[in-house]
């Protein structure tokens, strides 16, 4: 039996509903949990605690690294603390604020 007409369009429209509802149950299969939230907003306190505890931290890794210029005995300069800056790693970089890094490394 040969299907004509408005028929045939039914059909075919019926089909790539179908077609659709498989690729679109498919991504939300596979899609996995949702995204925990990022974290504090900026300018909660819980923000601002961060944020003052990870420049403390900075400034007191800013200070080891001017000791161990002066134990390479080296006067401390904006050129070698920028030096030692660059040898942390990108993981150390991301979890410090380089101004306050700089800021103990020069000021102790």
């Given at each position: 039996m040969k299907i004509t007409g ?82 942390l790693t990108g993981e150390q ?16």
């Amino acid at each position: 039996m040969k299907i004509t007409g408005r028929r045939r369009i039914a059909v075919e429209a019926g089909g790539a509903l179908v077609v659709l509802g498989a690729i679109v149950g498919g991504i939300v299969a596979f899609a996995g949990d949702p995204k925990p939230p990022a974290g504090p907003t900026e300018g909660s306190p819980e923000w601002i605690q961060a944020y003052d505890a990870k420049v403390k931290r900075s400034a007191d890794v800013g200070r080891v690294h001017a000791v161990l210029i002066r134990s390479r005995a080296q006067e401390v300069s904006d050129v070698l603390c920028a030096v030692e800056w660059g040898k942390l790693t990108g993981e150390q970089r991301r979890d410090l604020d380089e101004s306050a890094f700089a800021g103990g490394c020069r000021t102790s």
